[in-house]
């Protein structure tokens, strides 16, 4: 039998909590982004630039949820 860590897995949803975020808020600057109203190209781009950052951060606290899960 499994014995279950309540501190591991509080830590596990609250990462993937955040990672639900990250991921909303990446959807989120995209539209902005792809929105037609939007017509200055450099705003676009850095609202682009950020749904690409949102991404990376998704990724990165995909990798932390494994480690916790993983190590602890």
Same mark, same amino acid.
């Given at each position: 039998?499994?014995?279950?860590?309540?501190?591991?897995?509080?830590? $596990?949803?609250?990462?993937?909590?955040?990672?639900? &975020? /990250?991921?909303? +808020?990446?959807?989120?600057? #995209?539209?902005? =982004?792809?929105?037609?109203? $939007?017509?200055?190209?450099?705003?676009?781009?850095? &609202? /682009?630039?950020? +749904?690409?950052?949102?991404? #990376?951060?998704? =990724?990165?606290?995909?990798?932390?949820?494994?480690?916790?899960?993983?190590?602890?």
């Amino acid at each position: 039998m499994k014995n279950i860590n309540p501190e591991k897995e509080k830590l $596990v949803r609250e990462f993937k909590l955040m990672k639900e &975020f /990250e991921g909303w +808020a990446g959807g989120f600057y #995209r539209q902005v =982004a792809l929105n037609p109203r $939007v017509n200055d190209k450099e705003t676009k781009e850095i &609202f /682009e630039e950020t +749904a690409r950052d949102e991404g #990376r951060h998704a =990724a990165i606290i995909q990798k932390l949820i494994n480690i916790i899960s993983n190590n602890l």
